[in-house]
């Protein structure tokens, strides 16, 4: 589903919708698979990023005091993760959570009762911009 959304964004086709969510357990199994596949290298290890909510409002262009209110959490953390997908290869993961003024992650619960977390990212370089002086160095 994924690599179908990400091949029909390169080919400049209408993307499928995106894949918003993940359970729990799934992020899990990804994130301990990166982990596992960095144990060997050298120190220190990147597991993650903590992000904040201004930062995105201003890369996107969006003034937030025009929003009206202010967003729930001021920051989330994004984990890395990793999976291997048959016929395809490594795909590649950010997985997002919301991040409480303490810094503890907020972990999604559905109306099922499921705990899940934010996947909507689609990894370089099947959707880089190739001409940008971020890429090309």
């Known amino acids: 589903y994924r690599i179908a959304r990400i091949i029909a964004e ?21 994130i301990l698979n990166y982990r596992t596949s960095i144990k060997d290298t050298p120190l220190p290890h990147l597991y993650g990023f903590l992000i904040l909510h201004a930062d995105i409002f201003e890369a996107r262009g969006i003034d937030p005091t025009l929003l009206g209110q202010s967003p729930p959490y001021e920051k989330f953390r994004v984990y890395v993760g990793k999976s291997e997908v048959e016929g395809f290869g490594t795909e590649w993961h950010l997985y997002l959570v919301p991040v409480t003024p303490a810094g503890i992650d907020v972990i999604p619960v559905d109306p099922e009762g499921m705990q899940f977390v934010y996947d909507f990212n689609s990894p370089c370089p099947m959707t880089c911009d190739t001409s940008s002086p971020l890429y090309n160095v």
């Open 10 to 30: 390169t080919k400049n086709l209408d993307p499928m919708p995106l894949p918003h969510t993940v359970p729990l357990q799934e992020a899990r199994a990804a």
